[in-house]
């Protein structure tokens, strides 16, 4: 039976070329975008799945807050108390922490070299995560101090073929500026890209009971153990352990592995995490491809309901009942549908190297069409093939054997009959999510135009940033700059504690003379700066002065231990900036008011007192995600691990070479790195830049297949009504007249969609665009624009067909039927 309705099926895909085209290039075209969607989401969805035991794997992260407002949720915790939770309670089996060194010098033999991906972990760390051991033993390989495993890409490129087992790594430490000794034990496996971060090296935790740091907390639960409940008795760990940090910590979160990367974007986060909002946004898109494919397949089929009339009555004559011929072409639907995948999986095979270096995600070929994403795109086939050819089925096999035999009016009239109502609606749905995807396509344009083309309140072009240097290398940070301020092709050079484009998270109670009294305060964030930072960067003064130059010679000629630098800095009298939204914070009326008031400053750590000397410009120092902190600029060059160097558009790579000779003759253990500042902003907004342009690329497609669906409901309008047009034509018709009669029912149809569609984008995208602190006002005119896009292609395409209709020969259309 279905060999039969195989060769059926293919002699009428032959019969009728220019529909099967359409039909299966509809289906192939909504599937692709389907497909490549599913691609997607399966591997944002698929971080930190390939640890064995991620079901039971935990983050601990710290909430801390206090009666100003400030209430910092952070990924990671203090652990000096936090390792004592495995002898609290026994629902713990295992706890491990890393702790990352911001950038470590190193050398192994004769390479020198930087790493950003040095992490200190505890031996216990290979029994928790499923990090591969390639070389050495993992249950002792970090048992010793000073023992470092190396994953397979750095024992590759620095000790080549040979086993690096027992070989000596250097580090150069931070503060002393000594070389550490550490012996390679172990070699991993280099962590997929699906990981919520990346390492190099993993160090043995040293001295681990005495650091008072930060860490990244993970546990290892037992089995059956409920999280939430572990939660609810954290509290109570707090007040035994924390101490006097205890009013601090007020809350512990318990965060799944396999949660952090998509739900979580907490301060201090270990890497930048994805955003599971974009995983809704593609499945969305993906969803409306695909029904939109659908609804084209349905009314494609159904426009050619009455050309098959004669076919089922033949059918029916000879025994077919209902079901049999529901049967058939639902088979036929089917058939359709396995066709358009086969064309789907080639052309993804083709284009998928475009998508994946947009969207910058590792997949392989070979990893996409593997046995279950194969059966994924297969079952879509299935589904879309049913769905799809349901209704078209019901309507064809639901002509009687003499209606289907019978001429003129009565074949039309049992047309008629067909729910076109159902019909209409699906050319409505088709455009409102059509209407919707222009319009989001323009805002995320027109947000994304803004926020690069957004006057920061600095200066971020031709200046190179090199970030976190070692505390020993810092205080030859005056040799480096005396030597680059000579040279023609450098416009200054500044160091400051932050980076612009990272947020600044370093806050601290503020108390100001005249402001506060008794224990009042108001948190307020500090960032360390010399007296070259205003000038190189173009920040603007709005009243005061910027720091003197004998203050950023007041430096340390060597390195401090933690509590000689509370003492050292706690008997400094400073002077400090503060921006405009420090000003309004402090509820100060004018920049003048605020000038010569004596100010204090204290976090955890550290107490600064002085007076407040300028006032400055708001400027965006992180993302435009978020708002400009209330901010403090103190010029301290114990903070200022960041150096920053503005450079002559002219000649740019000569100066390069010219800062790196000079970097190397100061700094010989310390390789230059460094990134140009516009490109460290413009990473902000990269991922979101990306999924923005595929987005905008699956719209067009769909709205393409819209279109294809409106010619289809054309043809059929314009079939049924073939007769009516030669009768008007006889009785003196113009042709402008029946190509208006033609159109004005779908004139209404998209009208109609814009109604529903206007709404239902503004919802969306003003609630995308709350994800952003400074964003784009919600125009109308963009509504307006997209409609009148939608309504002239789609006037085009249904004119095409009503211009056919309307000068066909009368003659011709009379004998119709």
Known sequence: MFKNYFKIVLRNILKSKVYSFINISGLALGMIVCMLSIIYIRYELSYDTYHKKVENIYRVTSEYSNPQGYNPHFARCPDAWINNLPDEFPEIKTLVRFQWTPSVNLKIRENKFRSFKWYFTDANVFSVFSFTMIEGDPSTALTEPRSVVITKEISQKYFGSGNPIGQEIIAINEATGQYVHYKVTGVINNLPKNSHFQIEFLVSYPNAEARTGWAWIYLLLKEGTNPVLLEKKLPDFIKKYAGENAARTNFLHLQALKDIHLYSNLDREIEPNGDIQYVYIFSIVALLAILIAGFNFMNLSTARSLKRAKEVGIRKVLGADSKQLINYFLCESIFYSFLAILISILMVTIIFPFFRSILGIPISISSIFNLPMISYFLLLAFITGTLSGIYPSVVLSSFSPATAFSKGSNLTKSGKQVNLTLRRSLVVLQFTMSIVLIIFTFFSYKQFSF????????????????????????????????????????????ASMDVPSKDILDAGFTRVEGIHSGDESTVLSLQSVDNNFIDVMGIRLSAGNNFDLTTSKQSPSKIMSLNEMQQYVSAKNYSFLINESALLKLGLKSPDEALGRKLLWSNAAFNLSGKIIGVVKDYHYASLKLQVRPLILVDEPVWQGNFLIKISPQNIKSTIKYVEKEWDQIYPDNPFQYEFLDDMFAQLYRSEERQGQILSIFSILAIFIAYLGLYGLTAYASEQRTKEIGIRKVMGASVPGVVSMLIKEFVLLIIIANIIAWPTAFYFINKWLQDFAYRIEISWWIFILSGGITLIIALATVSFQAIKAATANPVESLKYE
């Open 451 to 494: 926020i690069n083309n957004k006057k920061l309140g600095f200066n971020k072009e031709q200046i190179i940033a090199v970030s976190n240097i070692p505390r020993n290398d810092q205080l030859k940070f005056p040799l480096l700059k005396n030597a680059l301020e000579k040279y023609n092709g450098i416009g200054g050079v500044t």
